[in-house]
């Protein structure tokens, strides 16, 4: 037995198992301060368990060719702005960073990137999510980067914090040996929850924005502003401004809403003035607010509003016409008549409608071309007439006329539809009476009656018809005129007249000579053409004398005679 150090006496054999254990000891040491040398760092063991420590060492055969890195991408993720507002739809900035984490050796810039990042919401949370997965491309170690999410708040959505879930997925390079020339590829994500705040305090909604407007007009409208928030406000005021064609009271609009509590509602009407280029469909208006807070404390400015929204301003369709059973009694020479039917094509009814007529010729002339119409709601017509004249120099055929309907938009504007193209046709010249009769027949020295047909050859009814009957020597009348109360069209009468030839005429045809004075039907008096009609004279008789009736006419001629003559001497003595 041998003491040993500590004063225990032990066997020779358990004295040189001890050296052995020191020796092998010793070799360890010196064996670690060699690779300490060589990789210019510690050595550290791996984390992973699919790679051995000798692997290690054995890779690690130069200075720097053979350095074996092992690492990962470090990804997290916040909002930086994290507030949204209920009833909202807002794009929510999403910050992405990499903070890189090295496991073994020195070659950060290999192992730390994140490759082929995507970010996705996973979990909505309260919210609608209306963004899809998102690339941001490769991720450097200590880079960030952003990412804007579509996120809709819902109109009931209490006030406070909600949580949202997000997945960052990339790939990545775990492990580079120089030595080996082997890297290892990995792919990883991380699942990150975020926090949205939902503010307590006022919040404005446009829920209405009416208006008759069109397009070329002006006047009101009306917008319909609610408190849809969880607090009220003080001294609202509210901004308006134009968009798309619009201009909101000459430029801007500025209103005050006075205090509103959560679920008021207030109506605003402003003016607007819709240019006529604009075309069919809503156009914005831009709303800013600004309020006092409960606390009495002024929120927003004018130059920096509380709250901003975009109302859509629809303005009113145009109003549309159309005509109908167009006719006319246009010949050339003639007063005539335009008559026809206007529909109200909608979409609202108008009180103040007038149509306007406009010939494109000069040989037409309307003399009051505006015809007031009568209030009419859509797919309601009435009727409308224009007296017209034609020239007489005028050829027939057919001509345009040109109708606009004039009518009021909004409380100030007038606005037009049109011009509507219509055709008529002027018809030749042509008699407004027609005579039809028996062959007249007198006799030399005698008299007779006769009777005439007359019918209407116009398209318009004819009244007071005063007919009158010319006849020169060698034939005369005694009854010479003939009246008709009122002619329709293609209506006749008959109109009696008499005639007596001298003895000494000649038994041939003579002619007589008509006219026609008459009204029209617009109260026109109208002074015909001349008209001739024939008279046969024939023979006496053998006598040469006058005949009993011829012997009476001339006696009542010379009574006549004598007795104006007897007046006259009468008043003058």
């Known amino acids: 037995m041998l003491p040993d150090s500590s004063g225990i006496v032990g066997t020779r054999a358990e004295v040189a198992t001890v050296g052995v254990d020191r020796r092998l000891l010793l070799l360890g040491v010196v064996v670690a301060v060699a690779v300490t040398v060589v ?3 510690p050595v550290a063991l791996a984390d992973d368990d699919d790679v051995d420590v000798g692997e290690e060492l054995q890779s690690s055969g130069s200075e720097s060719s053979g350095e074996l890195t092992r690492g990962e991408p470090a990804v997290d993720a916040t909002v930086p702005q994290a507030e949204i507002t209920a009833g909202s739809e807002e794009n929510v900035e999403i910050q992405v960073q990499n903070e890189g984490n090295i496991r073994l050796g020195t070659q950060r810039d290999r192992v730390t990137p ?7 919401v996973v979990d909505e949370g309260p919210f609608d999510v209306t963004s899809g997965t998102t690339s941001l491309g490769t991720l450097d170690e200590q880079q960030t980067a952003s990412v804007d999410q579509r996120i809709k708040a819902p109109e009931d959505l209490e006030p406070g914090e909600h949580d949202i879930t997000v997945e960052v997925s990339y790939s990545y390079t775990y492990q580079v040996s120089d030595n080996s020339r082997v890297t290892t590829e990995r792919t990883g994500s991380e699942t990150i929850d975020l926090t949205l705040e939902v503010p307590d305090e006022p919040r404005f909604e446009i829920s209405d924005v009416v208006t008759d407007v069109e397009p070329g007009g002006d006047g009101p409208a009306t917008l319909e502003i609610e408190n849809v928030g969880s607090e009220a406000a003080s001294q609202t005021r509210a901004t308006i401004t134009g968009g798309g064609g619009v201009t909101v009271d000459g430029e801007t609009a500025e209103e005050v809403l006075g205090d509103l509590e959560p679920g008021d509602s207030t109506a605003v009407t402003v003016d607007v003035d819709i240019a006529e280029t604009t075309s069919q469909g809503e156009k914005p208006l831009e709303i800013a607010f600004r309020y006092d807070d409960e606390a009495g404390v002024q929120v927003g400015s004018p130059d920096e509003p509380a709250q901003e929204e ?8 145009e109003q549309t016409f159309s005509i109908s059973n167009l006719q006319d009694t246009l010949a050339v020479g003639y007063d005539g008549v335009v008559t026809g039917e206007i529909e109200n094509d909608g979409p609202r009814t108008v009180d103040d409608g007038v149509l306007i007529v406009e010939p494109t010729t000069d040989s037409l002339f309307v003399e009051d071309t505006r015809y007031a119409l009568p209030e009419l709601s859509p797919g309601e017509t009435t009727e409308f007439r224009f007296p ?5 120099q005028a050829d027939a055929g057919p001509r345009q006329l040109r109708f606009t309907v004039e009518y009021g938009a909004g409380d100030r504007s007038t606005l037009e539809d049109g011009p509507i193209s219509e055709r008529v046709v002027i018809d030749d010249r042509a008699d407004e009476f027609s005579i039809t009769a028996d062959e007249i027949r007198v006799a030399q020295g005698d008299l007779t009656e006769f009777t005439l047909e007359i019918t209407n050859e116009r398209s318009e009814t004819l009244s007071n018809i005063d007919a009158r009957l010319y006849a020169d020597s060698p034939l005369d009348t005694d009854n ?11 209506e006749s009468a008959e109109i009696t007249f008499d005639v007596w030839a ?3 005429a000649t038994t ?7 006219d026609f004075e008459y009204e029209n039907e617009r109260g026109d008096e109208v002074l015909s053409d001349t008209y001739t009609h024939p008279i046969e004279v024939e023979s006496g008789g053998d006598d040469g004398g006058l005949s009993i009736v011829g012997i009476l006419v001339r006696v009542g001629a010379v009574l006549t005679a004598l007795g104006l003559g007897a007046t006259l001497w009468w008043r003058l003595r």
């Open 39 to 41: 990789m210019g760092a």
């Open 114 to 120: 994140a490759r082929g990042v995507t970010v996705e």
């Open 310 to 317: 975009v109302a859509s301003l629809a303005p009113a369709p």
């Open 388 to 392: 017209t004249d034609v020239s007489g």
């Open 480 to 490: 010479d005129e003939a009246f008709v109360s009122e002619l329709e069209p293609n």
């Open 502 to 504: 001298d003895q000494d």
């Open 508 to 514: 041939e045809t003579h002619p007589v000579e008509l």
